[in-house]
């Protein structure tokens, strides 16, 4: 069965961090980019964050840049989000995801092209 959980999500005031993880069951995690989204509440799921499946090349959107860091642990099946400097407009439910790409450098595949999907974990910043 595939799985993907994420968790490390939770409430913190602004300026603070969390460090979100997706853990990977049922595939070849290898082969596989995996992508960071959050849906906030009455917005569309947007992509923020991926990591490629041959290089670790990362990909951040503009509103995460140089305050996100994303990394992978092959042999913990397991992607990070590390959030720093977090702020009030960061709170959304996170979702990871992952897509189909052995030995690709490329991550920036399109949300509806994701094969398997987590349950999301809450994130909520307070000002």
């Known amino acids: 069965e595939v799985q993907l959980v994420e968790s490390g999500g939770g409430r913190v005031q602004a300026g603070g961090s969390l460090r979100l993880s997706c853990a990977a069951s049922g595939f070849t995690f290898d082969d596989y980019a995996i992508g960071w989204f959050r849906q906030a509440p009455g917005k569309e799921r947007e992509g923020i964050s991926c990591?490629?499946?041959?290089?670790?090349?990362?990909y951040y959107a503009d509103s995460v840049k140089g305050r996100f860091t994303i990394s992978r642990d092959n042999a913990k099946n397991t992607v990070y989000l590390q959030m720093n400097s977090l702020k009030p407009e960061d709170t959304a439910v996170y979702y990871c995801a992952a897509t189909w790409g052995p030995g690709s450098s490329w991550c920036r595949t399109p949300r509806y092209e994701y094969d398997y999907w987590g349950q999301g974990t809450q994130v909520t910043v307070s000002s």
């Open positions: 990591i490629s499946s041959g290089d670790g090349s990362t």
